[in-house]
């Protein structure tokens, strides 16, 4: 049983940035699939970014704003966020295989 803590939400300006954390109370070295997912109000769940046997892949919206890495010595995933826009207002919850965070608010405002 692995349980996932997401933090490092919160409010940022637009072209701001945040760095989120997703701290497993175990060890994530066996997993080899891991995610960032985001809600926002009205719309479903959908993948950001994900960390895959060592490759990585993007929505189509954050390439080149976000950065999803990982640090298996310190059990962490992270999303790095930048040139953050409104749009990216939502719930960001971690996910690996079919364990999940219970999500960090991030919102984008002026």
């Known amino acids: 049983q692995v349980q996932l803590v997401e933090s490092g939400g919160g409010l940022v300006q637009p072209g701001g940035s945040l760095r989120l954390s997703c701290a497993a109370s175990g060890s994530i070295s066996s997993l080899n699939a891991m995610g960032w997912y985001r809600q926002a109000p009205g719309k479903q769940r959908e993948l950001v970014a994900a960390i895959v046997n060592g490759r990585t892949n993007y929505k189509d919206s954050v390439k080149g704003r976000f950065t999803i890495s990982r640090d298996n010595a310190k059990n962490t995933v992270y999303l790095q966020m930048n040139s953050l826009k409104s749009e990216d207002t939502a719930v960001y919850y971690c996910?690996?295989?079919?364990?999940w965070g219970q999500g960090t608010q991030v919102t984008v405002s002026s």
């Open positions: 996910s690996a295989h079919s364990y």
